[in-house]
Nanobody, 115 residues
Framework: QVHVVESGGGLVQPGGSLRLSCAAS????????MGWYHQAPGKQRELVAT???????NYVESVKGRFTISRDNAKNTGSLQMDSLRREDTGVYYC?????????WGQGTQVTVSS
């Protein structure tokens, strides 16, 4: 069983920054891909960024240059640094751990970008 917990959401003004954190525990816990999904109000979840155990990263086009994903393999933690936030970044952000065909989800953390 894998347990994933996010933290760090909140209210921020357009142009501001937030840092989301993710902690994974349980019977992983090596060679997995950590990712972040975004679910805007009324829309489907969208994969925003991923990072492999080796540090390779991928981003959806809309966040390239603004968001940075990172992880600490020794601690099984990760983060999503979000800069230059826009109103359309509002929504729930989910951290995921993908391993051996299974995708484990956290409970999500709310990010609201508003003035």
């Amino acid at each position: 069983q894998v347990h994933v917990v996010e933290s760090g959401g909140g209210l921020v003004q357009p142009g501001g920054s937030l840092r989301l954190s993710c902690a994974a525990s349980g019977s992983i816990l090596s060679n997995y891909v950590m990712g972040w999904y975004h679910q805007a109000p009324g829309k489907q979840r969208e994969l925003v960024a991923t990072i492999t155990s080796g540090g390779s990263t991928n981003y959806v086009e809309s966040v390239k240059g603004r968001f940075t994903i990172s992880r600490d393999n020794a601690k099984n933690t990760g983060s999503l640094q979000m800069d230059s936030l826009r109103r359309e970044d509002t929504g729930v952000y989910y951290c995921t751990v993908a391993k051996l065909g299974y995708l484990y989800w956290g409970q999500g953390t709310q990010v609201t970008v508003s003035s």
